[in-house]
């Protein structure tokens, strides 16, 4: 069948209150995607506010992006690069000791291509303890990131990363183990 995206219809997607999304947006574009403002423990406060659960020693940078911080939970000593963009239209959960370096992309939605109504689709993230998103790299929806895993510059996780491993390539795929 073609598409009909005229037949279209996410209303059984909820992600929060309009207004408490539209005080976000404002937020988030003054605050976060902007990069005038590198000030980490005001931006923690912010996301604590909004909802997020956000350990000790986050470093958020300039012009990250986050969808919604209520369906966000960071763990301890986490870095998070210029440019990322967290699109969390689910849930996205990140544990200790995590890099995720510049213009790295978290990806929990997508569209159900062989649907003529191109359906949403959303699906969790999980990146565990001690994981490195290298610069470019993207997650895509459902993927779990076991501990110590590595995402290559540029690579493209569709599937779960296994503990220990570095993935490298579109799609990614493991090229070596981190620690020898």
Same mark, same amino acid.
């Given at each position: 069948?073609p598409v009909d995206l005229s037949?279209?219809?996410?209303?059984?997607?909820?992600?929060?209150?309009?207004?408490?999304?539209?005080?976000?947006?404002?937020?988030?574009?003054?605050?976060?995607?902007?990069?005038?403002f590198p000030f980490y423990g005001?931006?923690?406060?912010?996301?604590?506010?909004?909802?997020?659960?956000?350990?000790?020693? /986050?470093? !958020?940078?300039?012009? #990250?992006? =986050?969808?919604?911080?209520?369906? *966000?939970?960071? &763990? $301890? +000593?986490?870095?998070?690069?210029?440019?990322?963009?967290?699109?969390?239209?689910?849930? /996205?959960? !990140?544990?200790?000791? #995590?890099? =995720?370096?510049?213009?790295?992309? *978290?990806?929990? &939605? $997508? +569209?159900?291509?062989?649907?003529?109504?191109?359906?949403?689709?959303?699906?969790?993230?999980?990146?565990?303890?001690?994981?490195?998103?290298?610069?470019?790299?993207?997650?895509?929806?459902?993927?779990?990131?076991?501990?110590?895993?590595?995402?290559?510059?540029?690579?493209?996780?569709?599937?779960?990363?296994?503990?220990?491993?570095?993935?490298?390539?579109?799609?990614?795929?493991?090229?070596?183990?981190?620690y020898n």
């Amino acid at each position: 069948m073609p598409v009909d995206l005229s037949s279209y219809n996410n209303s059984w997607y909820k992600p929060g209150h309009p207004f408490k999304r539209g005080a976000w947006y404002l937020v988030n574009m003054v605050f976060f995607k902007s990069s005038f403002f590198p000030f980490y423990g005001f931006k923690r406060g912010l996301l604590r506010w909004f909802g997020a659960t956000v350990g000790i020693g /986050v470093l !958020i940078k300039p012009g #990250v992006n =986050i969808k919604y911080p209520w369906k *966000l939970v960071i &763990g $301890n +000593h986490v870095w998070i690069g210029e440019a990322v963009w967290i699109d969390n239209l689910e849930l /996205v959960t !990140i544990g200790n000791d #995590v890099c =995720i370096s510049q213009g790295a992309f *978290l990806l929990c &939605g $997508n +569209h159900d291509y062989k649907s003529p109504a191109f359906d949403l689709i959303v699906k969790p993230i999980t990146l565990e303890d001690e994981v490195w998103i290298g610069a470019k790299a993207i997650v895509a929806p459902g993927v779990t990131c076991r501990k110590a895993a590595v995402l290559a510059v540029g690579s493209v996780a569709g599937t779960d990363l296994e503990a220990g491993q570095v993935y490298q390539g579109n799609p990614a795929e493991k090229v070596k183990a981190r620690y020898n």
